[in-house]
């Protein structure tokens, strides 16, 4: 046998010999000690017992005696009422002499009934004490007996006095009340069997059991139980609790013959892991001698090889991950600050930079910072909080050098003189991004368009710049040619959201006159409806319908008609409110909306639109030098919710009509929607009559000018986005 074989039996005899030794004590004593204890807790219940039905007999008789003492055979059968009624006997019987019942008590219990005094009969439904009734001479008048049932409830009552499961046989070994489960019943009885006198007998599945009675102190027949107290599971558990010495004794036998034979044949095998390119092998260390340093030294050589993989692993991964999420929000979202802040935060992990930022060119040919990060400290502005401070002009300075030639750039920073408005750093990278171009690939470094040296390239949007590389080192190539993918997806991006918004732009608004189309008109007048109900205001509409548009077609031609369109929008506009919003409906028919405006604003509005249309005629070109003046006026129909209807188109549809009452009146005035009839409600209808004559209430008419004098202007219609229904 070898010395590792040696070692192993040996250490499992020092070890198992006392373990097992150990269980076997363990178990016999804690068997022994209780079974003691349920013995013990048995006897004290069996006379918890006696003692709790010997009371019983004692009341029923002290009962049966107050009957019995009265003389009176009417007072006799009131004198058991009482007793009943107090408690102290479940049934009173009397009989005479002769055996034959004179009185009973209601609700006596089922027979048959045991006497407290006599011997065992068999099955007992109660239990019973009987006295006999004389006269003064001695002579017997018969008998009164006191009854108390034994049911289940009096089985429960013994239970709980002595603290144990009680169970009520029949004589022949039957049960006839009992306490116990009834999975354990079976085993209880028949344990039962063997318990003879004082013995206690126990159950298959860990209950001990005593028989109390029948006998003459008590004529019950009762077998009491309790559970054992050890753990239902000792055996077992101190099986299992050797098992797991044993299988504890063989691991450390194993453990402590490779600490003594194989450090030497560890090492090789990690080695050889290495070899095979496993880098997270370790020896481990048993000792401080020779074997145990070379162990360290390996592990510490591994270690540093396995923490630079994981440093150009997580690199690679970070650099992937950020791809991903770039890839995703270009795909999902048309929010241009987020776009451009996905681009860099991923440039900035993709390159290790302390700082960037993403620069857009607006309209006068300006770089204004949109996006930034780590700039704290370098803005040339007394305001780092706010992007935007970060301006350059193109051809001026790094940035605007890389927007309006193309050509990216990195170095080592030196401050320019006179500054440029660009944040300072040690070293820096930057690269433009610019749209596709439709007529072929980006040329990098064409020269400006006309000469002009400021102007950028046709396709540039903007640029990326990192400054200050970790570890202070400078870009270098592999950095730009990142940075100039990220660049690439930014500018895709950029050009994505601009198409979008004038795609949704052009969804919404007539390309004509520039105001609002029927489709919004409808998405807008369910949305105002909806805001007027919140906050309890009203929503004026305006039907507007140009007065013989088909006669000025027919008389100047279409082009002047469409002319006549473009002039009657921008007049519109001027008149309405910022809030206010101006649809073209179709053809020459035009829809205004006027939130939280009521009858009396609605006929003002109406009031300017007619006299800015009727008073100025429209200048249209003609076959000659001199321009056309081109008469126009307005018919408008003008409804208010909720005061004309109760939802939006049906509010659009009241205008509509009132517009139609307008053009029968004559047209260039403007007509008030009637009332809804029948809700109490609405407010009142302004009168209103034809916009050459002042209403009788004194709102001025059409192209009277305005009491306070105050110019009214300005519309959200055309260009601007749609407005949010917001609460204010």
Not at 127 to 132: E, I, W
Not at 153 to 171: C, E, K, P, S, W
Not at 197 to 209: K, L, W
Not at 431 to 448: K, L, N
Request: hydrophobic content about 45%; charged content about 20%.
């Amino acid at each position: 046998m070898t010395l590792r074989g040696r070692l192993t039996v040996a250490f499992l005899v020092v070890v198992l010999g006392p373990v097992l030794l150990g269980a076997f004590f363990v178990g016999a004593t804690l068997s022994a000690v209780d079974r003691s204890r349920a013995t013990e807790r048995l006897g004290l219940a069996a006379a918890g017992v006696r003692t709790s039905v010997d009371a019983l007999c004692q009341q029923l008789r002290a009962a049966a005696d107050a009957v019995a003492l009265v003389a009176d055979p009417v007072a006799r059968s009131r004198a058991a009422d009482q007793v009943v009624g107090r408690g102290l006997a479940t049934a009173v019987v009397i009989a005479d002499a002769a055996g034959r019942t004179t009185y009973a008590t209601a609700g006596g219990p089922a027979g048959p009934w045991q006497d407290c005094a006599g011997a065992p009969t068999g099955r007992v439904g109660a239990l019973a004490v009987q006295v006999r009734l004389r006269d003064p001479t001695g002579a017997d008048l018969g008998a009164v007996a006191a009854a108390q049932p034994v049911d289940p409830a009096f089985v429960a009552r013994l239970a709980a006095v002595t603290g144990v499961d009680v169970t009520l046989l029949d004589g022949p070994g039957r049960i006839t009340h009992t306490t116990e489960d009834p999975g354990v019943r079976a085993a209880v009885l028949a344990a039962a069997g063997q318990a003879v006198g004082d013995r206690v007998a126990g159950t298959g599945d860990g209950r001990y059991v005593r028989r109390v009675g029948p006998s003459p102190e008590q004529p019950l027949p009762l077998v009491l139980s309790v559970p054992a107290r050890r753990p239902p599971v000792l055996f077992g558990a101190l099986a299992a609790a050797v098992a797991l010495a044993a299988l504890l004794a063989v691991l450390a036998a194993w453990r402590l013959a490779r600490v003594t034979t194989r450090p030497l044949v560890e090492l090789a095998g990690a080695v050889d892991r290495v070899a095979h390119g496993d880098l997270t092998a370790r020896v481990p260390v048993r000792s401080r001698d020779e074997i145990g340093r070379l162990a360290a030294a390996f592990n510490r050589m591994m270690r540093e090889t396995g923490s630079y993989v994981a440093a150009l692993t997580s690199s690679r991964d970070q650099l992937r991950n950020h791809l991903v999420v770039l890839g995703d929000t270009l795909a999902s979202t048309h929010d241009l600050q987020r776009i451009l802040r996905v681009i860099l935060d991923s440039a900035i992990a993709g390159t290790g930079a302390r700082a960037g930022a993403v620069l857009l060119l607006d309209g006068h040919g300006v770089l204004v910072g949109q996006c930034v990060e780590g700039l704290a400290g370098r803005w040339p502005t007394d305001d780092p909080a706010d992007p935007a401070t970060l301006r350059v002009p193109v051809g001026t300075g790094v940035v605007g050098a890389v927007a309006a030639t193309g050509e990216p750039v990195r170095g080592r920073w030196t401050a320019p003189d006179p500054p440029t408005g660009e944040p300072t750093c040690e070293t820096y990278v930057a690269v433009p991004f610019a749209a596709p171009d439709p007529r072929g690939p980006e040329r990098p470094g064409h020269p400006p368009v006309d000469g002009d040296p400021a102007a950028p390239p046709s396709a540039a949007l903007g640029v990326l710049a990192l400054y200050d590389r970790l570890g202070g080192h400078e870009f270098d190539d592999d950095d730009l040619a990142t940075l100039r993918t990220f660049a690439g997806h930014a500018a895709v991006a950029v050009e994505n959201v601009r198409v979008h918004e004038e795609a949704q732009r052009l969804s919404l608004t007539d390309p004509l006159t520039g105001l609002w189309n029927y489709r919004y008109l409808r998405e807008s007048i369910r949305r105002e409806v909806e805001r007027a109900n919140r906050f309890g205001r009203m929503l004026s509409v305006l039907a507007l319908d140009l007065d013989r548009f088909k006669h000025v077609n027919d008389t100047w031609g279409h082009a002047a008609g469409d002319a006549v369109l473009v002039e009657f929008a921008r007049r519109v506009r001027g008149v309405i409110r910022e809030v206010d919003l101006a649809f073209r409906h179709g053809g020459e028919e035009f829809v205004v909306l006027l939130p939280e405006t009521d009858a009396r604003g609605a006929t003002i509005v109406a009031e300017r639109l007619g006299a800015v249309v009727r008073d100025q005629p429209v200048s249209v070109d003609g076959h000659g030098d001199e321009p056309l003046r081109v008469p126009v006026t307005v018919s408008i129909g003008i409804a208010v919710y909720p005061d004309h209807a109760a939802g939006g188109q049906q509010v659009l549809d009241a205008a509509d009509d009132a517009l139609y009452a307008a053009k029968a009146a004559g047209r260039d005035g403007y007509r008030m929607a009637p009332v809804a009839v029948g809700d109490p409600a609405l407010t009142q209808e302004i009168p209103v009559v034809a916009a050459t004559v002042s209403p009788p209430d004194g709102l001025p008419r059409a192209g009277a000018a305005d009491p306070a004098g105050a110019a009214q202007g300005g519309a959200s219609s055309g260009p601007h986005p749609p407005r949010q229904s917001r609460g204010r």
